[in-house]
């Protein structure tokens, strides 16, 4: 019930910053007075602004992944070993479970 709520808040959430995403994409003052209505520049501009914002993300991104697969790879190699247990013979001695060292 709980988590029905969550989902239900956070759908709504996400609703309202779409409904205000025009109003986000607004530049500054300087920025939307300096082109004019429908000018290639303004196209240009934006462009060039995202593709400027997206180096340090994906920078950012491709160090959190390595952090992540190094963890993944250290977790692995503490995992302990899988020993295959075999069928007891009946001419084996039955001395009692043996000391397995890594």
Sequence with gaps: MKSMRT???IVLVLATLA???????AQC????NSFGQNDP???????SVL???AAPYS???AGAACVVLLYRRAMAGRRATIIP???RRTDAPADGPKEVTP
């Design 7 to 9: 989902r239900a808040a």
């Design 19 to 25: 409904g205000w995403a025009p109003r986000a994409l």
């Design 29 to 32: 003052a300087m920025c939307g």
């Design 41 to 47: 520049t303004t196209t240009a501009f934006n462009t």
């Design 51 to 53: 593709f400027l914002m």
């Design 59 to 61: 920078i950012f991104f």
């Design 85 to 87: 247990l075999s069928r």
